[in-house]
């Protein structure tokens, strides 16, 4: 069974700071997908960023990046220039890739974002 | 605009009641996920299903039934309400992606959620 450790339960930065939220998660699949999903006080959970395990390339979404190291099972985001709107939970997920159809997909316990004016 | 609608933002019900919470997507996806969302805890999934008719458990199915009669609809189903099932309900649905000979999946789509409290 996979596992995702999220081990910051409350982080904040001023704005316009940059911050990086941490990620670890434990599995023995090669081929997978890892997502940060951020969900704002009182809104719908929305999806900010999404690496695929076989690119070696960290995904890049406006100020949202990530580092992905996949030796050390590393998937941690970082929020460049932080805005008010940034201010939310963000979940860590994980989902491994089968070709022959539905996938669960495994959340860490969320890291709270308070970005200070 | 795609959407996944949840019918109830709060509801308030009492011990021993049968709750329905209901959700429907317009993305004609093919699966759907109940979670619940507890501090501390983070989303943990209760039942899904891969089809219409079809479902599966997830990690924390006791207490909890299901029901997916339309492709559209997934209803989750507290057959008798208890105080520890007080808890944010969190709907969700995917679908897959075929891109040249891999299947690629996106990531879910999120209801804004039902805040059931038990008393």
């Known amino acids: 069974a996979q596992t995702v450790t999220q081990s910051q339960p409350e982080m904040s930065v001023q704005e316009a700071e940059t911050v990086t939220l941490s990620c670890t998660y434990d599995?023995?699949?090669?081929?997978?997908?890892l997502f940060w999903y951020k969900q704002p006080p009182s809104r719908q959970m929305i999806l900010v960023i999404r690496?695929?395990?076989?690119?070696?390339q960290n995904a890049t979404e406006n100020r949202f990046s990530v580092n992905f190291q996949k030796a050390a099972k590393s998937f941690s985001l970082k929020i460049s220039d932080s805005q008010l709107g940034d201010t939310a939970m963000y979940f860590c997920?994980?989902?491994?890739?089968?070709?022959?159809?539905?996938?669960?997909?495994?959340f860490g316990i969320g890291t709270k974002l308070q970005v200070i004016p | 605009d795609v959407k996944v609608t949840q019918s109830s933002r709060y509801l308030v019900k009492r011990t021993g009641e049968k709750v329905f919470l209901e959700c429907v997507q317009d993305?004609?996806?093919?699966?759907m996920f109940w979670y619940r969302q507890d501090p501390g805890l983070g989303l943990r999934l209760i039942y899904f299903?891969?089809?219409?008719?079809?479902?599966e458990k997830g990690d924390i199915p006791e207490g909890y039934s299901v029901s997916r009669e339309k492709k559209e609809r997934f209803s989750l189903i507290l057959e008798s309400a208890s105080t520890n099932q007080t808890s944010m309900y969190l709907c969700?649905?995917?679908?897959?992606?075929?891109?040249?000979?891999?299947?690629?999946?996106?990531?879910?789509?999120f209801g804004s959620g039902t805040r059931l409290t038990v008393v």
């Open positions: 993305m004609d996806h093919e699966n």
């Open positions: 299903s891969y089809d219409v008719k079809m479902k």
């Open positions: 969700a649905s995917s679908h897959r992606v075929v891109r040249r000979e891999e299947r690629v999946w996106y990531g879910y789509t």
């Open positions: 690496q695929e395990a076989y690119k070696q």
């Open positions: 997920a994980f989902m491994k890739q089968n070709s022959g159809g539905y996938q669960k997909v495994t």
């Open positions: 599995t023995s699949e090669s081929n997978y997908y």
